[in-house]
């Protein structure tokens, strides 16, 4: 019997974002064949934890130092998986992203568990394979609300930043900070060097970045299809272009308030063109608004208010495929405020404090100490 490579156990804790599980395991081998384990919810606090309930439909992946070395699989009913490995010598990073919040999932304690087993030279020998276990801790408060149902954004919602497929994403700066998830999608490009990301970088296996040393991601990195959210993102866009308008303005160019009838107000747009103006989001805690924009938008050392109850997760500017027309929010004094949709628009935020999303195809271009996302208090 062959003595087993060694492998490393280099995280035993789950990672928790706006109540999301985020695990992940790196396993350094030179010689193993597949992975499996099981997902749980458990009835105890610590590592290792108690598991109960086997959670079904969780999507694990392994992804190699080489971008072809990829597997993925779901868990079954029992909560269990396994991935063949493409290359036997290679670093493995197995993790879970658990969508819905761990409250949902595992409502009795709302905490999961997320077991590890390799298996080296072609089947299980004692001594020879290690057994890891990650634990959640109960979810912190979200202070960050998700944006209102009536958006349809499904999976695209829990980012602050999300290329759509086939985008072009540069965050970069060291003053730059992105508070919250970024997501790189299908077959997306682009430079992260020198900012902050407070939540989880997302990576979609075809997407190939390049990713600088000098980037901080506070909640590490993740390889998992986006796809779907993509999808439900260019989806969105398309449904909420389609709504009759219940307010019709032409070229935005001096300072506007738009006032909410206290419940969904779509607003049709030819362009936003403002330079040292404010616009005044006027409307109570059910008010939701669409703001469909057929051009540009152009908002420079400008200020958006919220004013009667309204918060930013129930305003959308919408980017309809069928117009052109870049988003561009820049200057340090400018504030913005809303979800920000644009499936093949280019978007620069430059200075800025923006609290929201940016979901776009074209060119996203985030830089210069600009403010991205929904901090905590």
Known sequence: MKKASSFTNFSTTCKLFAGV??????VSTAKANFVEGFVFCTDSAGCPAIATTPVAGVVVTAQGTVPAHF????TAADGSYHIDLLAEVDDYTVSIAVAAPLSVVCPANGMIAFHLDPNVNDGQFSGENFYVTGCSSPPPPQCCPPPNPFFGLGAAGQFSVLGLAGADVVISSGATLISGNVGLGPNDTGDLLKATITGTLFLDPTAKPDIHPDLKV??????????????AAISASATLAALAPTQTYGNINSSTTFVGSGGVNVIALDSVNLVKGKIVIQ????????FNVKGGFNFSSSQMQLVGGVTFNNVLWNFPVSGTGDIDIFKDVTVAYGIFLAPNRNVTIDHTVTTGEVLAGGQIRIHSGA???CPCP
């Open 71 to 74: 597997g993925q699989a779901t």
């Open 218 to 231: 506070n909640g590490g990195t993740v390889n998992q299809d986006l796809s779907a959210a993509s999808a």
């Open 21 to 26: 599980a985020i695990c992940s395991f790196l």
């Open 371 to 373: 403010t991205e996302g």
């Open 283 to 290: 409307g109570s805690a059910s008010d939701v608004f669409v």
